[in-house]
């Protein structure tokens, strides 16, 4: 029996030196891979664990920020079970032409390690335009006609979705009048398909500029004299130098309101339900713009029956520009309209 409390001793002697002569674990130890398929919202990145730090892996992975220059598991995460060797991890929803920092990490029972940084830049959003809008920030995605391979918008300025349907309203929009930068006038208020109201009330004062300086929807008024006297536009001078010269008008950078020739090509839109299809087109009507005695002035018309496209193309008739209009089951490419009504503005790319 002494013997073999002996021998325990000793066991237990020699055990507690061994034990001392172990470090005490560390977080582990581990690399940041290289960034692999990058685009512009997605990226893959890795690490490999070169040390456990003395303690069993519970969890490991990848964190990233665009803000943060050494991220952490507080950041964006891929997380994994990898406990040794090598791992992967994808970043989705990136931003497009974002700069981002990743690095790999592990943990254990006495906390997370992390790889080096890596930092890397997502490419351009081709899928989306975003541009400066009214004074806000908004990204609009963009469509490839199915006719002639052109890019359009994927909805009107001033649209807070791409239509689910010709009559959505909530890509209807706003309505400009024609050659009128985005100063408000033309906002509109859409409480459902068939129920427009201008936001800003209405005046019969002409801009003496191309830039009214003010937000009202300006309707001219037609007085009966003889001769006639006809203001069909809300500008005093008639001119044409508005979109005819710098067809942009309201659209982004490298975008433009549309001539009647662009709207002719897409010949695949005969009628709502194929302007809807090919190119998300919506019947957001237009508003009344003059002050002829019909109490029309200022009011929105026709909305879930057609929809009124500017073309920046001018007609032959003075204060007479050009319109595409879209109807349940037709297509006008080239219609002439009065300057001061307020259409729809869908961009297609230079």
């Known amino acids: 029996m002494k013997q073999l409390i002996t021998a325990l001793l000793v066991f237990a002697i020699l055990f507690s030196a061994c034990k001392k ?70 970043m989705n929803n990136l931003m497009g032409s974002t700069t981002y920092y990743v690095r790999a990490y592990a943990t254990n029972m006495v ?24 004074g806000v920030t908004v990204a609009y995605g963009v469509i490839k006609s199915p006719v002639t391979g ?26 400009f009048q024609w050659g009128r930068p985005a100063d408000g006038h033309q906002l509109i208020t859409w409480t459902n398909s068939t129920t427009g109201v201008g936001v800003n009330g209405i005046d019969t004062i002409l801009a003496t500029s191309d830039t009214p300086g003010n937000s009202t929807f300006i ?38 309101v549309p001539t009647t020739a662009e709207w002719q090509a897409e010949t695949g839109l005969t009628n709502s339900t194929t302007g809807y299809n090919e190119l998300k087109l919506t019947v957001a009507g237009h508003r009344y713009g003059e002050v002829d005695g019909t109490g029309q002035e200022g009011k929105v018309n026709g909305e879930g029956l057609y929809g009124d496209f500017w073309e920046s193309s001018i007609s032959g008739f003075v204060g007479v520009a050009i319109e595409a209009q879209i109807a349940g089951a037709s ?16 961009c297609i790319k230079n």
């Open 331 to 346: 297509f006008a490419p080239s219609v002439g309209a009065d300057r001061c009504f307020g259409y729809s503005v869908r």
């Open 219 to 256: 309707t001219p008024v037609y007085t009966n004299l003889y001769p006639p006297i006809w203001q069909n536009d809300w500008r005093n001078d008639l001119n044409n130098n508005r979109w005819a010269v710098n067809n942009q008008g309201p659209c982004p950078s490298g975008w433009h």
């Open 21 to 90: 002569d172990q470090p005490a674990p560390v977080t582990p130890s581990l690399t940041t891979t290289a960034i692999t398929n990058l685009s512009y919202n997605a990226a893959t990145s890795g690490g490999t664990i070169t040390s456990n730090g003395g303690s069993a892996i519970t969890v490991s992975g990848i964190c990233w920020s665009k803000s943060n220059l050494t991220p952490t598991i507080s950041d964006s995460i891929a997380m994994g079970t990898t406990t040794s060797g090598s791992f992967i991890g994808v």
């Open 150 to 175: 052109r890019q359009w918008l994927d909805r009107n300025l001033g649209a807070s979705e791409a239509a689910t349907a010709f009559d959505d309203y909530l890509a209807y929009g706003d309505l």
């Open 111 to 134: 906390g997370t390690g992390y790889g080096n940084v890596v930092t890397f830049n997502t490419s351009i959003d081709t899928t989306k335009v975003t541009f400066t809008y009214n």
